[in-house]
């Protein structure tokens, strides 16, 4: 019942969040129109990464909707956590803008012991920007299972159960692990990487078993027949990989995982900046052009209000809680 009411709260919190950046602070006006200068958005993770493009793809068409320009500062470290705390404790001016993952939002405070930032007092929700499910891959070579129940079964089978790949501890890569390894009851041994680019290799050559990892790293491999799709973390099938079926589908019910993203502000930026972001986002993500852009890398392009993000976090807490509880992780 306390873990509940804590959940709780702390939903309602980000919640209070988001409506606070959009009713107080000084009026924009106060600075003229805004964006008189250039906007820096600050990414939690190194340059080159699939979020790193993913934004830079964002701030493109920003700078061509709002007339000014969107340039992207790469502060990463600690899990994303330098990143974000910048972006946290930037001014409120509406000239700094940060790009959160689910594991800012949500997971890190059952994760850490310890974190520079409030996400619920400190952030401001924009919008979720996108989804990026987790799917569940073998090798072709290695591996004979050709479904996720062949690979349940094969586990079961398996003296010591299975090792899975993660890019590091506390990623939904691993804790996505973890929790399949606990819903379908065998053991399993998490490996962790500094990425896909390591994992990958690993699979190849047969040295690793499994990996729960995001969509977007194994596109190309999966293609190339040489890693074998067995199921997809997304609630529908994935529209560019319409024969695989959904973890639900594969027999593993409530199991909807994203490495969700979307845009934040500093606690108390002007409401008229949020407004005018968030509507450019909802038209950016209307074309087509962007959905197929995206797709083609894993991802799916979305739209949501800042209430709505705030809602979604608040409704993934209670199964990110159980994932860390079951990965037996903690950062100090």
Known sequence: MTTRRTLLSAGTRLTLAAGAGLL??????????????????????????STDVLVRIYCELLQAALGQTFVVENRAGAGGNIGIDATAKAAPDGYTMGIASVGHLVINRFLYARLPYDPTRDLTPVGVA???????VVSSQ???????????AWSKAKR???????????????LSGALFAGRIGVEGTHVPFRG???????MLSGDLDFALDNLASYVPVIAEGRMRALAITSAERWPTLPDLPTMAEA???????????GFVFPAGTPAPVIRRV??????????????????RVGALAVWSTPEEMAARAAAEA???EEAVRVSGARVE
């Not at 602070?25 to 340059?47: D, K, L, N, S, Y």
């Not at 290695?142 to 349940?152: E, G, I, K, Q, Y």
């Not at 159960?161 to 890569?173: C, D, E, I, L």
């Not at 593993?252 to 490495?259: A, E, I, M, Y």
Request: proline share 10%.
């Open 278 to 295: 968030n509507g450019a986002l909802r038209t950016i993500v209307a074309e087509q052009s962007l959905k197929d852009r995206f797709l």
């Open 318 to 320: 209670a199964m990110w």
């Open 160 to 174: 010591g159960g299975f090792t899975y790949g993660s890019p590091g501890v506390g990623t939904t890569g691993h």
């Open 24 to 49: 107080a602070a000084p009026a924009v006006q106060a600075q003229g129109e805004w964006p008189a200068r250039t906007v820096r958005v600050i990414v939690p993770w190194p340059p080159g990464g």
């Open 142 to 152: 290695h591996n004979p299972s050709r479904t996720l129940a062949d690979f349940v």
């Open 251 to 261: 027999g593993v019910p409530n199991f909807v995982v994203s490495s969700w993203q």
């Open 130 to 136: 996108w989804d990026l499910p987790n799917v569940a």
């Open 196 to 202: 896909a680019a390591q994992i990958i290799p690993a």
